[in-house]
Antibody, heavy 122, light 108 residues
Framework: QVQLVESGGGVAQPGRSLRLSCAAS????????MHWVRQAPGKGLEWVAV????????YYADSVKGRFTISRDNSKSTLDLQMNSLKPEDTAVYYC???????????????WGQGTLVTVSS | DIQLTQSPSFLSASVGDRVTITCRAS??????LVWYQQKPGKAPKLLIY???TLQSGVPSRFSGSGSGTAFTLTISSLQPEDFATYYC??????????FGGGTTVENK
């Protein structure tokens, strides 16, 4: 069965870095684009970044552009998010999610990880 | 950029009630609209994609409708396990992602 397991969350001081990972199993990882989505405490869902199936294309939310880097290793079925210059407003649960394309312009995030909490505080 | 506005933000209802949540898009999105359910401390769960297609395993009391700029999620008879927060999402390609602000359904 499809599984996405995030790791790497924790507490970091403002300006410091953290690296999140998402281990995928149960599907052909190299066939799917992958996303990071975050949720600040008590808030809604915020899209963070996406990487194409082969890693050749990446896109970021304006709120993290220039600070976060999404990457993947298809040989290991892992997705990463390098977070630099962290700010208190980056405090959130971070989810990795698989995007499924049904055809035409129809997509969904059909599988999500359990999330990993990042707290940015001095 | 497309904005999604959900209403209401909070909804109080009782078991057995019919519940309707609305999601409005700032521009037409055809049928590229997804609904998720999220319970506290859990990841979102896919309910409906393509505006009205029920994800496998989701109870038939959930339904979605609409196209263009106006969409609804309906729970025909609210069950105890349905108290949760619901989000709409627009996906037009693998990299164009927008979430609505969410609707929390609480027990009256």
């Amino acid at each position: 069965q499809v599984q996405l397991v995030e790791s790497g969350g924790g507490v970091a001081q403002p300006g410091r870095s953290l690296r999140l990972s998402c281990a995928a199993s149960g599907f052909i990882f190299s066939s799917y684009a992958m996303h990071w989505v975050r949720q600040a405490p008590g808030k809604g869902l915020e899209w963070v970044a996406v990487i194409s199936y082969d890693g050749s294309n990446v896109y970021y939310a304006d709120s993290v552009k220039g600070r976060f880097t999404i990457s993947r290793d298809n040989s290991k079925s892992t997705l990463d998010l390098q977070m630099n210059s962290l700010k208190p407003e980056d405090t959130a649960v971070y989810y990795c999610a698989r995007i499924h394309h049904y055809g035409s312009a129809i997509y969904s995030f059909d599988y999500w990880g359990q999330g990993t909490l990042v707290t940015v505080s001095s | 950029d497309i904005q999604l506005t959900q209403s209401p933000s909070f909804l109080s209802a009782s078991v057995g009630d019919r519940v309707t949540i609305t999601c409005r898009a700032s521009l037409g999105v055809s049928s590229s609209l997804v609904w998720y359910q999220q319970k506290p401390g859990k990841a979102p769960k896919l309910l409906i994609y393509a505006a009205s297609t029920l994800q496998s395993g989701v109870p038939s009391r959930f339904s979605g409708s609409g196209s263009g700029t106006a969409f609804t999620l309906t729970i025909s008879s609210l069950q105890p396990e349905d108290f949760a927060t619901y989000y709409c999402q627009h996906l037009n390609s693998y990299r164009e992602v927008t979430f609505g602000g969410g609707t929390t359904v609480e027990n009256k």
